[in-house]
């Protein structure tokens, strides 16, 4: 699985941002279809909020968008170790187990 460092950022080209899976390419975790949609929006609202000045918009959706990618990145990576690391599958059924136990306490 290809990723990118948590950190990941690029500098500004003109006219030109990326959204969804292919700005945060992270391991899979479930949240790349949340992650696109809220991107997709918040990219809207940063243009309708500066409709003449689009590279304004595009890096008032940027700043934000880096952020919620390096929050979500560490979820990521640990849903990768438990379904495809040297534990596995074990480390995925004892998470399982860890759920259903703090349910059920």
């Known amino acids: ?3 990118l460092p948590d950190e990941h950022r690029w500098g500004r080209v003109a006219g ?3 959204l969804g899976d292919a700005a945060h390419l992270m391991p899979p975790s479930g949240e790349g279809a949340n992650l696109a949609m809220f991107d997709g929006a918040e990219l809207g609202k940063a243009i309708a909020a500066n409709p ?4 304004k918009a595009l890096a008032d959706y940027e700043e934000p968008m880096f952020a919620r990618a390096a929050a979500e990145a560490p979820d990521a990576r640990q849903v990768l170790e438990l379904c495809l690391g040297e534990r596995a599958p074990f480390s ?3 998470f399982f187990n860890d759920v259903a136990r703090e349910k059920h306490a």
């Not at 003449?52 to 590279?55: G, K, L, Q, S, T």
């Open 16 to 18: 030109v941002t990326l």
């Open 52 to 55: 003449y000045d689009i590279e």
């Open 92 to 94: 995925l059924v004892d």
């Open 1 to 3: 699985i290809y990723t």
